[in-house]
C-alpha cells in the first residue's frame, strides 16, 4: 500500500480549518497541547533500563515514536518538529525545576483549556476536528502549522 503524500494529509486537515478565527486558535493551542502531551509524559517518574543503563523518561519514548511519524512522511518537517520537541522537552524540564506548582498540573489544566478553545474554534467554523475521522490528524496539525512557516520562509517541505 502506498504511503499517503503529506500534502494530501494537509489538504485534508485543511478543510476544516478555513475559518480565521479557528485558524487562529489552532496557532496557540495546537503547539500547547502538544507541549501537554510531553510534560505530562515528563511527570511521570522515569523508567529503569536495567542492569546500570540508566532510566528514561515516556517523554523521550513518545518524541522518539512522534519523530519517526515525521521522518517518514517529510525530512524537511521532522527536522522542524525535532527543535519544536527538543524545545518541549527543555520547558518541561525546566518548568519542573523551577515552576511553583507540579509540572503535571500546569500540564494538566493548559491541556483542558486548549481543548476547549479547539472545540469552540470548530464550533465557529462549524466543522467536526479531523481527528475525529482519523487519530492521525493529532499528529498532523503541528505539521500543518509548521508547513505554513516553511512556506512562508519559503522552505520545502
Known amino acids: ?3 499517503r503524500p503529506i500534502q494530501a494529509w494537509f489538504d485534508e486537515y485543511a478543510e476544516s480549518h478555513r475559518n480565521p478565527v479557528n485558524v487562529a486558535v489552532h496557532w496557540i493551542a495546537v503547539p500547547v497541547i502538544f507541549f501537554t502531551i510531553v ?5 511521570i517518574p522515569p523508567i529503569p533500563l536495567g542492569n ?12 522518539a515514536a512522534v519523530i519517526v511519524y515525521y521522518l517518514v512522511r517529510s525530512l ?7 527543535l519544536f520537541c527538543l524545545a518541549c522537552l527543555a520547558l518541561a524540564r525546566w518548568i ?21 478553545a479547539q472545540f469552540l474554534g470548530h464550533g465557529v467554523e462549524g466543522r467536526k476536528p479531523s481527528f475525529l475521522k482519523d ?5 498532523i496539525g503541528p505539521a500543518w502549522l509548521l508547513s505554513k512557516i516553511y ?3 519559503g522552505i520545502a517541505y
Open 1 to 3: 500500500m502506498a504511503r
Open 39 to 43: 510534560g505530562l509524559l515528563y511527570s
Open 52 to 63: 546500570g543503563l540508566g532510566r528514561i523518561s515516556l517523554a523521550n519514548i513518545a518524541v
Open 76 to 82: 524537511s518537517l521532522a527536522l522542524g518538529m525535532i
Open 96 to 116: 519542573s525545576l523551577h515552576a511553583a506548582w507540579p509540572l503535571w498540573a500546569i500540564c494538566l489544566g493548559l491541556f483542558v483549556l486548549a481543548w476547549i
Open 135 to 139: 487519530v492521525q490528524f493529532l499528529l
Open 151 to 153: 512556506r512562508r520562509l
